[in-house]
Every structure is written in C-alpha cells, then in structure tokens.
C-alpha cells in the first residue's frame, strides 16, 4: 500500500513536471500573445494540481494536507480567471489574434476536410 | 522523484524570466510574470517539503493569494489606463 502510494507520487511529479516545461517553452516559443495565453494557461491548470497531489500523497496526513487541499482549491479557481482577465485586457488594449488571411482560409478547410 | 519536479519547476521558471525580459508588449511580461508567481507557489510547497520547512503551506497560499490579487491589479490598470472615451466600456457595464 505504501509503495504503491509512493509510484502514485512519483508519477504525478513526474507528469506535473513534465507538463510544467512543456508550458515554459510555449511561453517562450509560440508567436502571438493568444497563443502564449493558451500553452501557459492550459499547461498551469493541470501541472499545478499533478504536483499538488503528488505533494499531497508524500506526507502524512494532518492539518497541512487541508492547507495543500486549499492551495489546490484555490490555484484552480484562480488561474482560469488570470489567464481570461489578461486575455481579455489585451483584446480591449487593440491586440488581436494572429489568424490565417482570408483567401487562404477555404484552402485550409478544403485540406483539413477529407 | 521529488529533485526532479523541483527541477523541472527551476527550468520553467527560468523560461518564464527570458520571456520576462524578452515579451514584445506588457502584456506578455504580464503573463510571463503571473506564470513565474505560479510556479514559485509550487516551488515553495514543494521545497519546503523537501527540505522540511515550518508552515511553509501558509506561505505558499499567501503568494497564491498576493499573485492574483497582484495579476489582476495590473491587467486592470492596463486595460482602462487611457481610455474614459472607450467604446466598449458602457456596454460591458450594462
């Protein structure tokens, strides 16, 4: 039971850490701001709760788990919210997404169809 | 197991500090830094663990909370900084 927790952990670490560089490098590569909103703002909202959780299964369980629980509640209520008000600040301040031009957009549904 | 999630953070975090110095618009530093305010929540409950830290739990929320609180402070003086004449403002007041 207690080593089939522990693999429990260590794949939730792993995964969560995985997802965390996965999220680095689209912040740091992708090429709009939309698109940097999307690869962070995806990738925190399952990395965090992944390291929360396997946090949660390598200690004993007492009042600090209730604190991991609430800092897990409250990352995810909080991050969706940060990435829509920032979205929607940067749609207001003018930005607009990098999108296909017109004449090329039938193509790409054409290609995309079959 | 634990040395490599808290690795894993570190690089994310120094990803998001280039993105930091880097992002074309402040939006993009915004976002590059509500993104590193994230990953130090995780680092903090993480390594505290790890290195057995008293209530480092409390401090680990208490950044949640500041980074938020923080986030949306910024985006919201950036989005109505100069703009009493906007247009879109009065319909997404009704």
Redesign the interface.
Known sequence: MNVMLSWL??AF??V???L??T???G??RMPD?FS??HA?GVT?SL??PL??F??LL??DWSL?SI??L??LA??LA??P??TH??A???L??G?RPLVADEHDEPAGEASSKP | MMTVAIVAILVTMVLALIRTFLGPTEYDRMLAANSFGTKTVLLVALGGHALDWHSFLDVALLYAMVNFVGTIAVMRFFEYRDAPDDSEKPESAA
Do not use: P, W, Y
């Open positions: 952990s260590d670490l792993l969560g850490g995985f965390c560089i999220g680095g490098v912040l740091l701001f940097r909103v962070s925190e990395a965090a390291l929360l396997g946090l390598q200690m600090d604190k991991v609430m800092i409250f990352v909080t991050n919210t940060a008000a920032m929607k600040a940067t207001h301040g930005q």
